[in-house]
């Protein structure tokens, strides 16, 4: 009677003794310390950043073609004491915006051989003109073209590096969550191993009294046996997350890698949302119309609209005219209209069918990109709505999943003062034993499933701001 109210005891203290009761205090990385340290140092984050000053620096480079040029060509002949000719041309010329040019120049030229229209008086020959595209080129050119797309290309580089973030974070905290789910896995094998083995040891003392038979005792070890496995297999899983979240620690250009010591932590669903950005009261519309990949897609388009402009424009004939007031340096207060140089530069090609072929492409890439953007806004949405509806329904599963532990526990403890009684075995204790650990077990990958889903959402919505 003495065995069986020891052995009762001991019961009692397996089932409602958890192993986390450690004499030591394990180290927390908690999630937001994680983030953090992604955000700052991760390369691929700072590869995003890369790509805004890779536009910034395109967008300068475009404002460069509006940038005042100074010109000077200089050439000299002498031959057998003979001064051929010397030819000093210097200018300075000003792009505008509507590919109109401003123009200023000095030419001084002399030599036995010089050509008569080179000639210029003996102080030079200065000039100040205007050179204007009064067809092709006026309204938008090449040069307008650029500086227009390299601004566009700045708002599309910014897109492209929030969903470069977006995706770097979206995948640093699946590490983190999954690392968390091995983390209590591996706990909940290691607590149950410890049940088995003081219950192999209970049992083998009902044994010695004579109260249970031997084969129970094998029964047990079997139990002991097949949780050690379990222990091994969720530490090897452990490990590997460890390795895969050490993937996304960096300080500076140094990769880190995890203790043994430290574990994540424990409450993550409000953490999570906060850390991620979750606003329940935006809407499907606002969403939409900020989206990144959207915004992307629209620049794009814009683009693409720039383009079939300079295409259009191509159509016009060239035809350039050009004014510029020559004047000798000594005389520049006295002015005459009858010293001038006139220009006219006419040019058209005569069935444009190379103008209107890139013209006519140019518009089909337009309607090609115009219906992508639509169907990617649709699939969006809907993506959006469903992953909602996961969410809502894994709660739900959550809940009954809850309720069914309660009950397996229950079971399980009738079950034990069932054996005490010997109205019992050890086969019948096990499997209530292993119902309850599966439903735990499912109860784990539920709360994993449901901080994953609600990762996803954040990954759809793209919002890091």
């Not at 410890?194 to 084969?215: H, Q, Y």
């Not at 072929?357 to 639509?374: P, R, V």
């Not at 709505?385 to 526990?409: C, F, R």
């Amino acid at each position: 009677m003495k065995i069986k109210l020891f052995v009762l005891l001991l019961f009692l203290f397996v089932c409602r003794t958890p192993v986390s009761a450690q004499q030591f205090k394990p180290e927390v990385l908690s999630f937001n310390e994680f983030l953090g340290y992604v955000k700052k140092y991760h390369p691929a984050v700072r590869q995003a950043d890369l790509l805004l000053s890779k536009a910034e620096t395109t967008l300068l480079m475009a404002r460069g073609g509006f940038d005042p040029k100074l010109e000077v060509d200089f050439n000299n002949k002498q031959f057998k004491g003979t001064a051929y000719y010397s030819l000093f041309n210097s200018s300075f010329k000003l792009p505008t915006w509507y590919g109109i040019e401003v123009k200023a120049g000095f030419d001084t030229n002399e030599g036995y051989y010089l050509n008569p229209q080179n000639k210029t008086p003996d102080n030079g020959l200065a000039s100040l003109g205007i050179t204007v595209p009064l067809a092709q080129g006026l309204l938008i050119n090449q040069r307008m073209a650029d500086l227009r797309i390299a601004k566009i290309q700045l708002q599309l580089s910014k897109s492209e590096r929030q969903l470069q973030a977006v995706n770097v974070i979206y995948e640093a905290t699946t590490a983190y969550i999954n690392w968390k789910r091995t983390n209590e896995e591996a706990k909940l094998y290691q607590e149950y191993l410890s049940f088995a083995e003081k219950r192999a040891t209970a049992v083998k003392n009902l044994i010695k009294a004579g109260d249970k038979a031997p084969v129970d005792s094998i029964e047990a070890g079997i139990v002991v046996k097949n949780r050690q496995l379990n222990v091994a297999e969720a530490l090897l899983k452990l490990a590997k997350s460890k390795l895969e979240l050490s993937n996304y620690l960096w300080i500076e250009n140094t990769p880190m890698e995890l203790r043994e010591s430290i574990i994540p932590e424990d409450d993550l669903e409000d953490v999570i949302k906060l850390a991620l950005n979750f606003e329940e009261a935006v809407t499907e519309d606002l969403v939409l119309a900020n989206h990144p990949k959207l915004m992307a897609m629209q620049n794009k388009i814009e683009i693409l609209g720039i383009e079939q402009k300079l295409k259009r424009n191509m159509l016009l004939p060239k035809l350039d005219v050009g004014y510029h007031y020559l004047s000798d340096p000594s005389y520049l207060n006295d002015y005459q209209t009858g010293n001038y140089k006139f220009e006219l530069k006419f040019s058209v090609p005569l069935f444009l069918r190379k103008e209107r072929g890139a013209l006519k492409l140019a518009k089909l890439k337009i309607s090609d990109q115009q219906l992508d953007l639509n169907l990617e806004r649709l699939q969006l949405k809907n993506k959006i709505t469903a992953q909602q509806a996961e969410i809502k329904s894994i709660q739900q599963q959550i809940a009954i999943t809850a309720s069914l532990v309660s009950d397996y526990n229950k079971m399980l403890q009738f079950e034990e003062r069932l054996f005490l009684m010997g109205e019992s075995s050890v086969f019948l204790l096990n499997s209530r034993e292993n119902s309850l650990v599966s439903t735990k077990l499912s109860s784990i990958a539920l709360q994993n499933k449901f901080l994953i889903s609600n990762v996803d959402l954040f990954k759809m919505k793209a919002n890091t701001e």
